[in-house]
């Protein structure tokens, strides 16, 4: 829809679901969003994507501080990009939803502003300066991708057209941002599957079996940098798990022995499944043979 106000075009554009709607956008800010939209659905790198997300939003709000929040294993939401600080600061920054004026955004998938932070008791300060907070949920088919939280030493950059723009354009980013991230997991998956075919080819020809293990070692250390590396194998007779194989074991005694079930290797031996441990002190089955051994 057009309106014409005063003399100045006036525009409404088409809004991703769920988008409240909001003051028409003037002419020339509704140009910058249009513009944006197109910029942005054209990076397919994620890697590329947040950082052209972020020097594209300053054409909305000058802002001094922003963050694009993503969603880490464990449900916190951990900045993926920041502009205004240290990005070796991010790593401090974990948010529940719920939490926060990010987590609110998260928790009601609902922008919220608050010109004046100190008065919120929801915010969370951690740089001197800021005065006001936008944090606006980046919603994809019902589906929480982020948050964009935006900070500046003012309210009135947050003008009621600016904030509709960045939710018009919160939508759109959150599906660049999942196109993004099913693209390299897409292309990261390919990669695999090209290295575990030429592994098969490498290892099908190879009969010795200390040879085999020797090379698989190897093989291996291309898909996972690991430090630590061992390959255990079953005697039948006694249903025990034998190191043959390993790489940087330290002053582990020779040949080790676990029995079926026992530690994190018996327990894949039971179920004939993969275990997988980020923390191996909090779990009750490991069995420390190399101490240095974190996950």
């Known amino acids: 829809m057009y309106t014409a106000r005063g003399g100045l075009l006036a525009c409404r554009v088409p809004q991703p679901p769920g988008v409240q709607t909001g003051p028409p956008l003037p002419g020339e800010l509704l140009a910058d969003v249009l513009a944006l939209v197109g910029e942005v659905n054209s990076v397919l790198d ?10 594209k939003l300053r054409r909305i709000v000058d802002y001094r501080i922003l963050d694009i929040f993503l969603p880490d294993p464990e449900g916190f939401l951990v900045p993926a990009h920041v502009e205004g600080y240290d990005p070796a600061l991010a790593s401090r920054f974990r948010v529940r939803v719920g939490e926060g004026i990010v987590g609110a955004a998260a928790a009601a998938r609902e922008p919220v ?20 907070e936008l944090a606006i949920p980046l919603v994809s088919k019902d589906h929480l991708v982020g948050v964009l939280n935006i900070e500046g030493p003012a309210a009135s950059p947050f003008t009621p057209a600016a904030r509709t723009a960045l939710q018009v354009l919160a939508g ?18 390919a990669g695999l599957l090209a290295t575990l ?8 020809s190879i009969l010795d079996l200390d040879e085999l293990l020797h090379r698989v070692a ?8 690991y430090e630590m590396f061992g390959i255990l194998l079953l005697e039948e007779e006694t249903q025990e798990l034998v190191v043959r194989k390993s790489v940087r074991f330290g002053g582990m005694p020779d040949k080790p022995r676990l029995k079926v079930g026992q ?18 002190t909090k779990d009750p089955r490991y069995v420390q043979l190399i101490p240095d051994t974190r996950s």
Not at 115 to 121: F, G, I, N, T
Not at 172 to 189: D, F, K, P, S
Not at 219 to 225: G, L, P, Q, S
């Open 46 to 55: 994620p890697d590329e994507l947040l950082p052209a997300i972020a020097r």
């Open 113 to 132: 502003f608050v010109p004046e932070v100190s008065r919120d008791p929801r915010y969370i300060p951690f740089f001197p300066g800021v005065v006001a």
């Open 172 to 189: 759109h980013l959150a599906v660049a941002i999942e196109n993004a991230t099913l693209y390299r997991e897409t292309r990261w998956y």
């Open 197 to 204: 075919y030429e592994i098969g080819k490498e290892t099908a």
């Open 218 to 225: 190897e093989i291996v250390k291309r898909v996972i940098d």
């Open 263 to 280: 530690g994190l290797c018996g327990a894949a031996a039971l179920t004939k499944q993969p275990v997988l441990v980020g923390d191996v």
